[in-house]
């Protein structure tokens, strides 16, 4: 079993920042994929980016390319997401994800194929 926990979101001006941190627990996370998802209110939810197990190769959907930043650090069973430029379009719960094999290498864009879930975090973009 793993869990995940979000954590780093809050509310920012349009160009600004945040860095959201996914924590993991239960298993060593460095042999697991994870992917970070969100979701705006009466929408469904968006696949964002993910993060490879090993080495870290990272695959980004085209809208947040060039602003967005999954990165790992492995000591500290930790993936995070780099939000930069964000917009009032990125408003959103952001959460992070993992499939159910660890060592699992092709790109999973769709949340049907992640097992675990963290509880998500806000992210508010003002205008």
């Known amino acids: 079993q793993v869990q995940l926990v979000e954590s780093g979101g809050g509310l920012v001006q349009a160009g600004g920042s945040l860095r959201l941190s996914c924590a993991a627990s239960g298993r060593t996370f460095s042999t697991y994929a994870a992917g970070w998802f969100r979701q705006a209110p009466g929408k469904e939810r968006e696949f964002v980016g993910r993060?490879?197990?090993?080495?870290?190769?990272?695959y980004y959907v085209d809208s947040v390319k060039g602003r967005f930043t999954i990165s790992r650090d492995n000591a500290k069973n930790t993936v995070y997401l780099q939000m930069n430029s964000l917009k009032p379009e990125d408003t959103a719960v952001y959460y992070c994800?993992?499939?159910?094999?660890?060592?699992?290498?092709?790109?999973?864009?769709?949340?049907?194929?992640?097992?675990?879930w963290g509880q998500g975090t806000q992210v508010t973009v003002s205008s």
């Open positions: 993060i490879s197990w090993n080495p870290s190769s990272t």
């Open positions: 994800a993992a499939p159910m094999a660890q060592h699992w290498t092709p790109i999973l864009t769709d949340g049907s194929g992640y097992h675990y």
